[in-house]
């Protein structure tokens, strides 16, 4: 069965940088886009990008683009999401989600498997 | 960017009734793109529909989808307890992907 496994929660100060780790299982990690999605506590959801994880090319929401950096490895089949220049807005869970089909080609998906979730708190 | 308006804000039911939620897009969603998503307090969301009809796997048949252009409907048939939760609405069909702020279904 498919599963996407999150890291464990991270806290941390104003301007530093946070990595998000997502490990997959149950499918061919390279057949899926893999997705980024967060959301700050009691709020809505908000997408920040995409990796192919077959080619590693990356696709970034404009609101984060020179701060998210999305990558993957195939050996472990993990992606993973480091969001750098941390403010307390940026406190929120962060997702990973299964897209569609890298051979479709349709970057533009939903999700049809979430991980469970990393807490990101970001204080001083 | 494509603004995904869901109403009401909260809907509040008995189990055994009928919940209709409404999602509305400031523009037209290319191919009906639209997905809605189920999301219990500390859970990830749940995908319920996709191609604004279509049943996500092992999703029950009192889930429905409808709608088209701007205007999206998702319909629970008969609430079962299990259904009080808050639904989101996600258009893909446009960059960047969109969510609507979500409807909280909540028992009267």
């Known amino acids: 069965q498919v599963q996407l496994v999150q890291s464990e929660a991270e806290v941390k100060k104003p301007g530093a940088s946070v990595k998000v780790s997502c490990k997959a299982s149950?499918?061919?990690?390279?057949?899926?886009?893999m997705h980024w999605v967060r959301q700050a506590p009691g709020q809505g959801l908000e997408w920040m990008g995409i990796?192919?994880?077959?080619?590693?090319?990356?696709f970034y929401a404009q609101k984060f683009q020179g701060r998210v950096t999305m990558t993957r490895d195939t050996s472990t089949n993990t992606v993973d999401m480091e969001l750098s220049s941390l403010r307390s807005e940026d406190t929120a869970v962060y997702y990973c989600?299964?897209?569609?089909?890298?051979?479709?080609?349709?970057?533009?998906?939903?999700?049809?498997?979430w991980g469970q979730g990393t807490l990101v708190t970001v204080s001083s | 960017e494509i603004v995904l308006t869901q109403s009401p804000g909260t809907l509040s039911l008995s189990p055994g009734e009928r919940a209709t939620l409404s999602c509305r897009a400031s523009?037209?969603?290319?191919?009906?793109?639209l997905a809605w998503y189920q999301q219990k307090p500390g859970q990830a969301p749940r995908l319920l529909i996709y191609?604004?009809?279509s049943r996500a796997t092992g999703i029950p048949d009192r889930f429905s989808g409808s709608g088209s252009g701007t205007d999206f409907t998702l319909t629970i048939s008969r609430l079962e307890p299990e259904d009080f939760a808050v639904y989101y609405c996600q258009q893909y069909g446009n960059s960047p992907l969109t969510f609507g702020g979500g409807t909280k279904v909540e028992i009267k």
């Open positions: 523009q037209s969603v290319f191919s009906s793109y």
């Open positions: 149950g499918y061919t990690f390279t057949s899926y886009y």
């Open positions: 990796i192919n994880p077959s080619v590693a090319g990356t």
């Open positions: 989600a299964r897209g569609g089909e890298v051979v479709t080609a349709m970057r533009l998906y939903y999700f049809d498997y």
């Open positions: 191609g604004a009809s």
